[in-house]
Every structure is written in C-alpha cells, then in structure tokens.
C-alpha cells in the first residue's frame, strides 16, 4: 500500500492525516511538525510516526518528553506522497525538494497555480490529476463555490456567475487575528481573485467576485447569483443538489439559520473535531427569478477540502481512475454525505 | 417658523432632533419619550422640551429629577410637523391619531411602505412629498443605495441592479441583540425586502438583493454589481460620485479599508456623536468589467437618514421645493459634504 506523508501538521495537515489513516488502499506513514506542542503530543500519541522539519530542535522535543521517529530527511525516505500543508508560500519552496527527491505532492490553495502548475478539485476536474506528480487543491472558498457550481453547470448550464464571499476573519483557535468589530473589503478592489481560482479547475466559467472579512470564526458564507443557459426550476436545484455527494441543504425554518447553528449541528453528527466537511446550502434561499438562480451556502474553512485532499492522492497514484468511485470511497471511510 | 416635534427621542430621533435645531428655516418645538433615562435627561439639559408619551409615568420623571413641559398631549398642540422615530411598526398606529388631529408627520424606514402610502429619499424622489401629509424616509440600507444608485442611473442608465447587504448585527449600545459569532443569512430568502423597497423610490428600477447579519456594530456594508445602459469607465463613476453630495469616497490605501477606520474617521471629523451622514465608497472597489459596474460602499445605520429627514419636513411644509436647494441647505447647516 501506498504510504502518505503529511509535510505540516496544523489546522489542514492534521485532519488530512486522519482522513487518511481513515481510507484502506493507503496508509499514513508520518506528520512532520516544527514545534514540540500540544499538536505535536497529540500525533504521537495518535500513533502517528512524528519527523521534526527543523533538525536543530531535536532537544526541544526532547524536553517537551515528545518522541520522535526521526528528522524531515527519515520522513522523505518513507512516503510515496506528501500532503504538504505547510503555511501560505512555503509549499511551493518545499515543491523543489520534493522535486529532487521524486517525491509526488499534493498542495494547499494558499499556494500560487502558476507556481504548481495544475489545480484540482474532486468534482470539476480529477481526471487531470491522474498520474500527475504535483497537484494543488484549491482553497475552501474556491472548493465550496465548485461543489454547488459544477453540479449547478451540469444540470442548466451556466452563463454568467456573480458572487459575494462573505469570509470569517479568523479561525477559532486564532488569537492575533481580527477584525473583531469591523466589516473589511478584502481585497477592497473587484473582482477578487476567487473568480480566477474557480476557473483554474472549472475552465471557460464565467464568474466575478467580491470578497470581505467579517468578525467570526465559524464558517465562510457566500452569497451567489447564477445566470442559466437552460430554464429549470428552484425545485430541479434543489433535487440536483440534493443529489450531490458532500452538498447538504439545510433550512432556517428547521433551526439552521446561521453558520452559528450549522456548527453545532456537525458537533451533533459527531464528526471528528465537530468538522462539516460537506458545503452547507440554505434551501430557503435558492431561488430562480428572470432565469438566474439565486443561493446562498456556507463553508467550513478548516475541513472541508480534506476529502479533496485524498481523491488527488488516489488520481496522482492513480490508485483510483474514477472521479466518482474515488469520492465515494473517501466519503464512506469518513462519514460524509455520499 | 414652522415647529417641528420629534415624537420617539432614541436612536434616529435624538439625532433629527439636533438636525432640527441647526436648521434656520424650522425650529425644534420638543421631543417626547417613555422612559426617564439619560437620554431624557440630557434633552432637557439641551434645552429640548421633554414631552412625555405616557401620561401614568410623570411621577418617574419627577423622581428622576427630569423637568418635563407636558404630556404627549401637550407636545401635539404645540408642533406643526412630526417626526414620528418611534420603534417598528409603533408609527403606522400613531398615524391614526395625527390624522385625527391634522397635524403631518415623517415616519422611519421600519414603517411599511403601504401602510404610510409614500416613500421618500432626498436624491430619488422629493418632488413627490411637496405638500405631503405623511411620508416615509426609507431605511438606512435603502436610503445608501439610493445615494449612489441615483447619481449613476442619471450618468450611466442602469439595466439591473444586484447588491449583498452585509448588515451590522446591533447598533453600539445594543447589549441584547446578535449574532457575536456567526455570519446570518436575514432573511434566509432570496431576493430580499430591500429591492423592493428602493423601487419605492426608484419606481422602476430593476435590482435583486441578499442580505446578511454579521457581528458588527458599526456600519452596514453593501456589495454592488449594477449592469450599465450606456458604456462609462470607472473614473467616469469615481468623477461622479465625487461630484454628489453626502457620498464621499475613501480609500483602502489611505487607512481607510474597513468600517471601524471609516468611522475612525468620522470621529476625527468632530461630527456631533461622531456620526458620519456620508455614504462612504470605497474608490478601490469602483470597476468597470464587460459593462457592469461594481463597487462597495458603507453606510453608518444610526446616522445616514437624519438629513433626509430634515428634507422630508421642507417638502411637506413646502418650506422649498427645490430638492438641490433642500439638500444644500441641511448639508450647510450640518456640516456634511455637499
């Protein structure tokens, strides 16, 4: 089997090595980390192998009394694909190590597409990945926009999109971040580069977007307005989307009217750190008026492109060539909505 | 001098009030409230005769130390001209009773349009209220829209408007109202009241909208894609919008980037309660793409109306029927950019 490597275990890196040890035709074979913390004791304590990426700091590790199984050297002998989920920017550096070493790679959307050369979501385009040696998923807001909109494209066709993404200003365990009472354009110019970063894996779509960051932490929301080539009904997308692996809709009227209360509904399902790795859809707010269809969903930033992350391992492994049997795989190993 | 009331001395009204006041062509002949609280207080400490809206309660102003001049009774012999700032819905009854006693009155934006009978926005429609008995100033969402939305229908002819209402959950001193962590689809459907409700001024004006709480407290925030008749750039817009009273555009790049800098400041500006009347829009954000407009704006919730109020009450008394001339003289003596 197939050994994955996870080059960065934080917020990303550590849910994708659960993901995997969760799937059985490849196994986890080490988490790298630059600090001896919590998340450090916590992986090893998991049984998960722990490489330090920083050699130097053998001896802090040593005094936190956390165990490791070697250096970030020891950790490229074992793996056959790395996950790097490494800060913003760093990815594509490692991406010339990895490069040397033949080592295959999946990236984070915080890194450029230029920089890595093919970008994958699991829906829009996983028979590019196959077979290919480095693969960037898209960011959480651009995987969220292309689990609604590929469905949304193959069921009426789309002629224009329009949306406003409404972006928490940090993660609940961020505690230098803001704003905390402000709403910011981010960028404050338009369009941003959301509507780029769809077409990098849904090429030709015609979108533009606007973004901002508002004061929570829980979720992204996104706001959306679709211009369709073909006349279909609010109930058609709302069968098209209830018929669509990690989409779930959910309703105000049913007491999920925030992001707030979507939140805890994942704690309920008893996932994993309370994780929604589905994109949540208000049913009440799709409509079609004057043939565009309006609606709105929200994002769970921190997880949900880690089923992503193993459909591009098994298309780069080419352990799976089936977009839609790769998905299901990954979505029943995890619990997710099929 | 026509005398002017202002039944409801809260949020709106305490700030109508002092608008009144610096007018030369009006005078502010007394203000009304329920509770002996310090806003009452320091209305009779402005000089404002405090009328009191429930007659049962003058022994609680008495023991409070607060001087009042007379019941609400009292306050309706006394003015020519309401303005009715009373909470939602409160308005739409008191109508009755100035009707009864012929006495006209402006209603907020919480008021229904058909309940009132006639809308107003100092940009949009003035000419439609001379003489008017009663008249709705539209909210302060629908009031920023029409501020900007008016000036580029005259330079540019709008096809279609859609606008994402990202509105602040609780003004300042509300303690009691949310979200703190959570971004609320309000309403959760799609379009929302806010069309409409432009269209109450704007007849005819073709606009979708979606709106949102977010938790803030400081400023509405408003996302724009206006669909154009007539090809402009964007310095065609930015030229125009400069041009407009009570818009002002600000800049990212000058530390301006979001809504707690905007009202930053207005606090250096030393506007009275550091409010800012402006609709304030972001010049980065004005774009021109395939013939759609895009831009952001902010508009400070508990303040943008107050202006209009004060030309709402020249219209129905026929104090001017010159709106250019209305707006002018309330910015002057407001100290708003005109």
């Known amino acids: 089997m197939k050994a994955v490597g996870i ?3 934080g917020t990303i890196g550590k849910r994708v090595a659960d993901a ?14 630059r600090t ?6 916590m992986a090893v304590e998991k049984g998960y192998p722990l490489y330090i990426s920083v050699p130097e700091r053998e001896e802090l590790f040593e005094e936190a009394g956390i165990k490791i199984s070697g250096t970030i050297e020891d950790f490229y002998d074992k793996v056959d694909v790395i996950v790097d989920a490494t800060p913003e920017g760093i990815g594509a550096k490692n991406m010339e190590i990895y490069k040397k070493l033949g080592i295959k790679s999946t990236f984070q959307g915080g890194e450029k597409h230029d920089q890595i050369g093919k970008s994958f979501n699991s829906f829009a385009n996983f028979k590019d990945s196959i077979g290919a040696d480095y693969v960037r998923v898209v960011s959480c807001n651009t995987t969220g926009l292309c689990r609604t909109l590929k469905p949304i494209n193959d ?24 704003p905390i009472n402000a709403i910011v354009p981010n960028p404050p110019t338009v369009p941003s580069h959301h509507g780029p970063d769809v077409q990098t894996v849904m090429n030709g779509l015609n979108i533009t977007t606007m973004a901002l960051l508002v004061p929570t932490t829980l979720m992204h929301q996104h706001n959306l307005m679709v211009e369709l080539e073909n006349s279909v009904s609010a109930d058609d997308v709302i069968d098209k989307l209830e018929n669509t692996p990690r989409v779930i809709l959910v309703e105000a009227s049913k007491g999920l009217g925030s992001t707030a209360q979507i939140m805890e509904y994942a704690k309920d399902l008893g996932r994993p750190r309370s994780d929604l790795f589905e994109i949540a859809v208000w049913k009440e707010s799709i409509n079609v008026v004057d043939g565009e269809l309006y609606y709105m969903q ?6 949900d492109v880690v089923p992503e992350n193993v459909d591009a391992i098994r298309a780069m492994l080419e352990i799976e060539e089936d977009p839609a049997k790769s998905i299901a795989k990954t979505n029943k190993a995890m619990g997710i909505k099929g």
């Open 298 to 303: 929200a994002v769970h930033q921190e997880s």
């Open 20 to 33: 995997v040890a969760a799937q059985d035709d490849m196994k986890l074979a080490g988490v790298t980390k």
């Open 36 to 41: 001896p913390d919590f998340e450090s004791k």
């Open 155 to 178: 069921l009426a066709g789309i002629k224009k999109v329009r949306a406003v993404m409404v972006r928490r200003g940090a993660d609940p365990a961020q505690v230098k971040k803001g």
């Open 7 to 9: 080059n960065g275990y």
